[in-house]
């Protein structure tokens, strides 16, 4: 089992940035890829990115690639998505999640683990 806790969503302005991190408990966390998806009400939830479990790989949505990073630090057992240039079109509930697909993968069926979600709002 692995435990996974989001944090650091919130209110931000239209261009402005939001750093998220994800701290993982319970199985190591290096053994596993992670990825960042996203849920706007009324919509189905969506990929954002995701990195492999040495962090070598990384993959993006088209909707957000240029505008956002994500990083992991295994020593800290945490993953991280960097967002800048938020649009409005960005509000949602950000979930990170954990798959045994160590190489990083875009397909939301292959993660095995999630986390409770933190909500990001961008007002224009």
């Known amino acids: 089992q692995v435990q996974l806790v989001e944090s650091g969503g919130g209110l931000v302005q239209a261009g402005g940035s939001l750093r998220l991190s994800c701290a993982a408990s319970?199985?190591?966390?290096?053994?596993?890829?992670m990825g960042w998806f996203r849920q706007a009400p009324g919509k189905e939830r969506e990929f954002v990115a995701a990195?492999?479990?040495?962090?070598?790989?990384?993959y993006y949505a088209d909707s957000v690639k240029g505008r956002f990073t994500i990083s992991r630090d295994n020593a800290k057992n945490t993953g991280y998505l960097q967002m800048n240039s938020l649009k409005p079109e960005d509000t949602a509930v950000y979930y990170c999640?954990?798959?045994?697909?160590?190489?990083?993968?875009?397909?939301?069926?292959?993660?095995?683990?999630w986390g409770q979600g933190t909500q990001v709002t961008v007002s224009s």
């Open positions: 999640a954990a798959s045994a697909v160590v190489g990083g993968t875009p397909i939301i069926a292959e993660y095995d683990y």
């Open positions: 319970g199985r190591t966390f290096s053994s596993y890829a």
């Open positions: 990195i492999s479990w040495s962090g070598r790989r990384t």
